[in-house]
């Protein structure tokens, strides 16, 4: 089964206030892979997804 996450993927993404750019470098992967998951074009690798969100939960708790 394929689930597109593309709208939860870009939410997380601006709630984080980063660009399409930012967001791809930080799990290594291209901008344009970045935009196709976004929009639903291609369906993020479920590690990749994870990846993601741990990082975004670990800078979040990193803040002063």
């Given at each position: 089964?394929?689930?597109n ?38 369906n993020?690798p ?19």
């Open positions: 089964m394929r689930h996450l593309g709208g939860i993927l870009k939410q997380y993404r601006l709630d984080a206030k980063l660009t399409q750019v930012q967001a791809a470098e930080m799990i290594g992967a291209a901008v344009r892979t970045w935009q196709d998951w976004e929009a639903g074009r291609r993020i479920p590690a990749k997804y994870r990846l993601f969100v741990i990082l975004l939960y670990y800078a979040k708790v990193a803040q002063p």
